[in-house]
């Protein structure tokens, strides 16, 4: 800071060239370095890209677009041009399909397994055991017994909401043996799904309801199925009299005999 420290060092008898105007601008080119403007903006340069404003635009308008197609096509939304016309084809199929579009996109039917067996049990308890005009005729042991045997066959598709495990169906081949659906989805769509899959699997499809059943009955009728005959109730555990319906594909219309 001092230029008097690199004079002293100096010997003493030469003196006189201390003063010398010659000798002081000796010792002043060493210390220019020390305060030149340029040794201190060395280090800036690159601190500044860090700082430069063109960092903080780049990721801006990358950010704009944050709407993700996937998240349109999961809620059913036909808002996004890309994703729309794709996403409402599940729509027109049903008005069921209009009110929970979740079910269509998000929750396809799956194959059951093990575990699942507690939630289609109480499924299946929801209306066995809390319909008041259906006698009781199976304990609940002999429930868990079937649906662990049915499962094993891979007979059973689960369907899902939001709150996991919300319908299935029992079906081997073209012959539905049971189809239920929890209360809280009722009239979402969902039997719809199951019974679509099933659809798409087999050309024709066959089922007996009760015929006290009449909410199952119109239900079926609007899915395509048809009465094509009548039991007294000796296929059925309760013993109450049920319904034949059958489903089949317009290129199978021709077929006759369906297998009971």
């Not at 100096?10 to 220019?32: E, H, Y």
């Not at 066995?128 to 429930?143: A, F, G, I, K, Q």
């Amino acid at each position: 800071m001092r230029q008097a420290a690199p004079l002293a060092s100096r010997p003493g008898p030469p003196s006189a060239p201390s003063p010398d105007p010659q000798a002081d601008p000796a010792p002043n080119p060493p210390s220019a370095p020390r305060p030149d403007p340029q040794a201190d903006l060395a280090p800036n340069p690159p601190s500044a890209p860090r700082l430069c404003p063109q960092a903080d635009p780049t990721p801006s308008p990358s950010s704009a677009p944050a709407p993700n197609p996937r998240s349109a096509l999961h809620t059913g939304q036909s808002s996004a041009p890309p994703p729309g016309p794709r996403a409402d084809p599940p729509s027109p199929l049903s008005p069921a399909a209009r009110i929970s579009p979740q079910i269509q996109t998000s929750h396809p039917p799956k194959p059951a397994h093990i575990g699942h067996a507690p939630h289609l049990l109480a499924i299946l308890w929801a209306f066995t055991r809390h319909t008041p005009w259906l006698p009781l005729v199976r304990s609940r042991l002999t429930d868990l017994r079937m649906m662990l045997q049915v499962i094993r066959r891979g007979w059973v598709h689960v369907a899902f909401d939001e709150q996991g495990p919300a319908g299935f169906i029992a079906r081997d081949g073209q012959c539905i043996h049971a189809l239920y659906i929890h209360p809280r989805a009722r009239g979402t769509g969902l039997g719809r799904t199951l019974l679509d899959q099933a659809k798409c699997d087999q050309p024709r499809l066959i089922l007996w309801v009760l015929a006290a059943n009449r909410p199952a009955r119109g239900f079926y009728a609007r899915q395509g199925f048809v009465e094509a005959g009548q039991g007294r109730g000796q296929g059925n555990d309760e013993n109450l009299p049920d319904i034949r319906m059958v489903w089949h594909t317009r290129a199978d219309t021709g077929r006759q005999g369906d297998p009971a």
